[in-house]
């Protein structure tokens, strides 16, 4: 049963600006103590990109820190990524994820978050 959905994906040029956003189709039904965004590229792992906590606390992939940023609507069940400043080592399909429980929040280890969206596929042109 499909618990997060993505969207705002596409194809933009170097140095162009995305927002990506996540519905949590569970909003306000299911425990979130944690929820971000990950990406990942053919033949290789899965990498976090950013994530927030239920204290609004975030965390950003060294990468990405001071070109991306999450937002959470607590009130619309969405959580948002802004991309700016994008590079094609940006390309990948990126993933919403959420968990359930959480002592920290972070990206470090995307097997601890147990809820995926399909994700949606970012295409940054040079």
């Known amino acids: 049963q499909e618990q997060l959905h993505e969207s705002g994906g596409g194809s933009v040029q170097s140095g162009g600006s995305l927002r990506l956003s996540c519905t949590d189709l569970?909003?306000?039904?299911?425990?979130?103590?944690?929820m971000g965004w990950f990406r990942q590229v053919p033949g290789k792992e899965r990498e976090g990109v950013a994530t927030?906590?239920?204290?609004?606390?975030?965390w950003y992939a060294v990468s990405v820190k001071e070109r991306f940023t999450i937002s959470q609507d607590n009130a619309k069940g969405t959580l948002d990524l802004l991309m700016n400043e994008l590079t094609p080592e940006d390309t990948a399909i990126y993933y919403c994820?959420?968990?359930?429980?959480?002592?920290?929040?972070?990206?470090?280890?995307?097997?601890?978050?147990?809820?995926w969206g399909q994700g949606t596929q970012v295409t940054v042109s040079s």
């Open positions: 569970e909003a306000g039904r299911r425990r979130r103590d944690c």
């Open positions: 927030i906590g239920a204290n609004g606390r975030s």
């Open positions: 994820a959420a968990r359930t429980f959480a002592p920290h929040c972070d990206g470090e280890y995307w097997r601890d978050f147990n809820y």
